[in-house]
């Protein structure tokens, strides 16, 4: 099959509505065959097929990195690089990507998530340079959703790389997608000392669409602190 119908395939699996199903017909094809259109799923603006396709790239560059690791790292550096100012591109759905591969591959995981936690943080003085801070809330939305997804399979990664401190900001956001999608990572982290603010929201009805379990749903930036509180006042230990 040529690229140009392995990319028409690709792109029209991703409008279906079973993920489990999309997965199963792109394991069919060689990993390195279904990366490049699936760089262009994650940038799509229809919800389902971003969705679809950021599910299908964890899980094709996870195939491509166990057989070949230094191809897993490329598809890593060239996500990096779109979210890079020189790149010219802005990197829609490079975050929610790169958080999914992690999810899949704990080899790509213990490489990069340091990447992504720098995201979220300033950069310091040139010769102590540590953050990569992302200013567009649009792909803070993202990086939020990715880190919330790493909280679920990967927790002490965060935890011990100290990421759960720099959430904390993003509960004061003025995007309410943001705020509750930082709500949420904290509960998942367990996160004792962001309780307090994240009390704050109890009364914030903001609506967002959150993509979870593979679906999407409506929630509330509420809803979503509550079920952060629950999780850490329950206590539960971080797997």
């Known amino acids: 099959m040529s690229s140009r119908a392995i990319r028409k395939t690709v792109l029209r699996l991703l409008e279906g509505g079973d993920v489990e199903e999309i997965l199963a017909r792109l394991d069919e094809f060689p990993a390195q065959d279904v990366i490049q259109p ?14 679809n396709a950021v599910r299908a790239m964890g899980r094709a560059v996870a195939r491509l990195a166990a057989a070949d690791m230094e191809g897993g790292r490329v598809i890593m550096r060239r996500l990096m690089w779109s979210l890079n100012e020189e790149s010219g591109g802005i990197g829609w759905g490079a975050p929610e990507a790169m958080a999914e591969i992690m999810v899949q591959h704990p080899g790509l995981a213990a490489e990069y998530v340091h990447i992504l936690i720098s995201y979220m943080r300033e950069d310091g003085e040139e010769l102590f340079q540590h953050g990569n801070f992302l200013e567009n809330e649009a792909l803070q939305r993202g990086l939020l959703w990715g880190v919330g997804r790493i909280a679920e399979a990967r927790p002490r990664m965060l935890l011990e790389r100290g990421a759960a401190d720099d959430l904390v900001k ?13 709500a949420r990572a904290l509960g998942l982290l367990r ?20 993509y979870e379990d593979d679906r999407v749903r409506a929630v509330t930036v509420a809803g979503l602190a509550r079920r952060a509180l629950d999780q850490i006042i329950q206590g539960d230990p971080v797997p």
């Open 38 to 51: 699936l760089f262009s799923g994650i940038c799509r603006v229809e919800e389902q097929v971003r969705w």
């Open 191 to 210: 996160r004792e000392r962001a309780a307090e603010p994240i009390r704050g929201l109890l009364g914030d009805n903001s609506r967002l669409r959150l």
């Open 170 to 182: 993003y509960l004061y956001s003025a995007d309410p997608e943001v705020r509750g999608l930082a």
